[in-house]
């Protein structure tokens, strides 16, 4: 549960009921890093994500690039909430796109200094690693849709600019305080799949720094075959916490 159910603070959740893959969420907190993030681009939210698919988005935190629930993406009430939309639609070929490049790069690491000369103007040169809202350009640019000028360097502020994107009315929903705490007392599987996740991949780029996604790891076993009992190891103990859990629920 989020640090502002457990204060007994209002909460609300996504409106799910209006909410199409290939819409685009803007969001913030009162913490000091969005509160940063807000001033510097002189805006109301400092974090994006693209709702993919009935009750699953895809983002860019510390966590580095992860699937989550929304269900349990519970927001404080003063905080802002934006829901935005390509104003043509967007093409089952479109969404496609924008969903393979999205879980493609699925484990790949945050760059929190990219995440800040985004904030600055940007940069000349950048790298493979996420931030939030590179990755929601870049996953609109992969279906040759360019939703702001640099897609390498920009900000939430930037995708909310946008002239290609309107807003959806009533983007949210009150979340009563029983609800939270059904949420809690529920195993978090999400948060178990994403914490295997990132131990299988760290445990690879002990072996090679340049790995950031699960294509970048076959490739590299490719190379290197000699390493592949080694990470089927790997694999196997990382995923041994959430497969039990799941076979439990069954």
């Known amino acids: 549960m989020s640090r502002d159910a457990k204060a007994g603070l209002s909460t609300k959740r996504l409106n799910e009921a209006l909410l199409r893959p290939g819409d685009i969420v803007l969001t913030t907190t009162k913490s000091a890093v969005s ?41 404080e009430e003063a905080c802002p909430v934006h829901v935005l939309r390509l104003r043509t639609g967007i093409s089952a070929e479109q969404l496609a796109a924008v969903r393979t490049f999205l879980r493609g790069h699925i484990g790949t690491r945050y760059s929190k200094k990219e995440a800040v000369l985004a904030g600055l103007g940007g940069a000349q040169s950048w790298t493979r690693q996420q931030f939030c809202s590179r990755l929601v350009a870049q996953s609109f640019q992969a279906a040759d849709i360019q939703l702001v000028s640099d897609a390498n360097y920009c900000s939430p502020a930037d995708l909310k600019a946008s002239p290609h994107l309107e807003a959806i009315p009533n983007p ?3 979340m009563p305080p029983e609800e939270a705490a059904a949420w809690d007392g529920r ?64």
Do not use: K
């Open 35 to 75: 509160t940063a993030i807000r001033r510097a681009t002189r805006s109301d939210i400092s974090h994006a994500m693209v709702y993919v698919e009935d009750r699953s988005v895809i983002d860019a935190t510390d966590e580095g690039v992860q699937a989550r629930n929304t269900q349990r993406l519970m927001i």
């Open 172 to 174: 949210t929903l009150p």
């Open 187 to 250: 195993v978090d599987v999400p948060q178990l799949m994403r914490d295997a996740i990132n131990a299988l991949l760290s445990g690879a780029r002990s072996r090679n720094a340049s790995i950031e996604t699960f294509d970048d790891l076959h490739a590299h076993l490719i190379a290197h075959p000699d390493q592949d009992e080694e990470m089927c190891l790997l694999l196997d103990t990382s995923w041994s916490a959430p497969i039990e859990v799941v076979r439990s629920l069954v």
